[in-house]
């Protein structure tokens, strides 16, 4: 079902309130085409993942990108992060220490004190690459970091720099030598998004460019500044959440908790644990992003809809019997949105 053509449910006139004007959409749709058309110069396909990305950016989230190997999610984060923007990546493994992301004190022999050295989570775009192949206690320290957007070294707190963005890859089909995130560390990502294999057509069109060497020539620089991205994550901030749709995506959180409006009866023995508030919180700002992303001022119950998976298939918990029936956690939020009434 679609409500695309809607009213604003504030205006029975069908105009949306006075957030953003025509020339701020306009500015937005600008600096969108330019990150967009600079990840196509690498990423053939995988639409769903640039727009995931994007609202991501836009909503100053993180993303937790999953696939089998060969998917282009490494060249996909580095792509995207490869506007005028500093960029690091680090590559996990079981030895990284803390200190090894954040940075950490080094004695200095000419000038007999400590100095600081900053670890390569100080930069605006930041790839985790194989982030459960890293401890536990590396990757606690990669997601206070990405909760708290600041580090502590030698108890002086740094802040890091904005935009701040965090891109971690996994891949689920390899057990030995990996360390599984933690649930309640998961939901510190805003996205979780699962890669597909690519359509026929798009695997050729892969192939012939990597025969013909277009991938061989260095990636020209982006033109999209820092402060092109601050103004987009503002415009994204200001776009109007109306009461019905916030009591709305409160409605659908419930219900994964076994409440809501129209509790699904037998639900919690597939789910040992629903989605927190944060889940809410996200579910809001990515539906703002999708809204901004269609040059819409205002959020409609198809934006919240449109990333429904997205923002929630880390954030339910399912049971043992779940796992072993099968049943996956996009059918039970399928479930779910299928329940609540669209206001």
């Known amino acids: 079902m679609t409500h695309a053509s809607r009213p604003h449910p504030e205006d029975p006139s069908g105009t949306s309130p006075a957030t953003l004007d025509a020339t701020e959409l306009a500015r937005a749709g600008d600096i969108i085409d330019q990150i967009t058309s600079h990840v196509r110069l690498r990423i053939i396909g995988q639409d769903d993942l640039t727009q995931a990305l994007l609202i991501t950016l836009m909503a ?18 580095k792509t995207f992060a490869s506007v005028n923007a500093s960029f690091a990546r680090i590559q996990c493994t079981p030895d990284l220490m803390p200190s090894d992301i954040v940075g950490t004190q080094i004695f200095s022999m000419s000038s007999g004190h400590m100095t600081t050295q900053l670890g390569p989570v100080h930069a605006n775009f930041v790839l985790l690459d194989e982030i459960n192949r890293s401890s536990a ?3 606690s320290a990669m997601l206070q970091a990405m909760e708290e957007r600041q580090v502590s070294i030698g108890g002086t707190d740094y802040p890091l720099p904005a935009p701040f963005m965090v891109m971690a890859t996994q891949n689920p089909i390899e057990e030995e030598g990996t360390y599984v995130l933690p649930e309640a560390q998961m939901d510190r990502f805003l996205l979780k998004t699962v890669l597909p294999y690519p359509t026929p057509s798009d695997e050729i069109a892969v192939v012939a460019a990597h025969a013909a060497g277009s991938f ?6 982006g033109t999209v500044t820092t402060e092109d991205i601050a103004t987009l994550q ?29 509790p699904i009866p037998g639900l919690m023995a597939n789910l040992r644990m629903g989605a927190s508030p944060r889940g809410s919180l996200a579910l809001m700002r990515a539906a703002q992003a999708h809204a901004l992303l269609a040059q819409r001022s205002y959020v409609i119950p198809d934006d919240v809809t449109a990333t429904r998976h997205a923002v929630l298939r880390h954030r339910i918990v399912r049971t043992y019997d779940a796992i072993a029936q099968g049943i996956s956690p996009e059918s039970i939020i399928d479930s779910v949105f299928q329940v609540v009434p669209v206001p």
Do not use: F, M
Not at 216 to 221: G, R
Not at 241 to 247: D, F, G, K, L, M
């Open 216 to 221: 061989d020539a260095d990636l020209p620089e």
């Open 60 to 77: 100053r989230g993180h993303i937790l990108i999953e696939s089998v190997p060969g998917l282009a999610k490494t060249t996909a984060a």
């Open 234 to 262: 503002g415009y994204c901030a200001r776009v109007y959440v109306h009461p019905s749709i916030q009591t709305y995506i409160v409605d659908l959180i419930n219900t994964t908790r076994g409440g809501g409006p129209s």
């Open 137 to 139: 206690k590396t990757q």
